[in-house]
């Protein structure tokens, strides 16, 4: 039998999570309320993406309803994104609003969430591949890729890129 992971944040965390889950919410003019608070919380505590099984084990209190309601909120608001896996398991991440583009800002102020994933094929676990110092982001060097092709005139809106293979818990294993 399978034992759930369990997922533990220090109290202090947790307050500074809360805080700049709080910050978030009301910088992109979302209502705050006590259930997007702790869903953002809880991923912007984590070095991963999670499902909603795993978010509803970390917060028991939480009825699925409600958590998939906060969850639709915060990815619509663009403080978290959706990552679609090949197990038909949806994963979220609060990923990074510093890739936000002038264009993202200006089209309402939401990230896109434009890079990459590795998800792990022993564990599962997904984790997000961000750019944070580069000058030229995937999205960017994605795009460029496109319009060198024989695809002229395409445009994307969305770009999904999986690298699969073992974390660094599950290489050791």
């Given amino acids: 039998m399978k034992t759930k992971p369990t997922i533990s944040i220090a109290s202090d965390s947790v307050q500074t999570n809360m805080a700049l889950a709080e910050v978030k919410l009301r910088a992109a003019r979302v209502r705050v309320t006590q259930a997007r608070l702790e869903v953002l919380s809880l991923l912007c505590a984590q070095h991963r993406a999670m499902s909603h ?9 939480m009825d699925r309803v409600t958590l998939y309601r906060a969850l639709d909120c915060l990815t619509e608001a663009g403080l978290a994104h959706k990552i679609a896996s090949d197990d038909r398991v ?16 200006q089209a309402g102020g939401h ?5 990459g994933h590795f998800k792990c094929t022993r564990c599962a676990k997904v984790f ?3 750019q944070p110092d580069s000058n030229h982001s995937l999205r960017d060097q994605l795009q460029e890729t496109l319009a060198s092709t024989a695809l002229k005139g395409f445009q994307s809106h969305d770009i999904e890129v999986t690298i699969k293979g073992w974390c660094n818990q599950c290489s050791l294993a």
């Fill in 53 to 61: 099984t795993e978010m509803q084990d970390a917060m028991p209190q």
């Fill in 90 to 105: 949806f994963r979220f991440s609060s990923g990074s609003e510093s890739a936000q583009t002038t264009d993202e800002k």
């Fill in 111 to 115: 990230a896109q969430h434009h890079h």
């Fill in 128 to 130: 997000c591949l961000e």
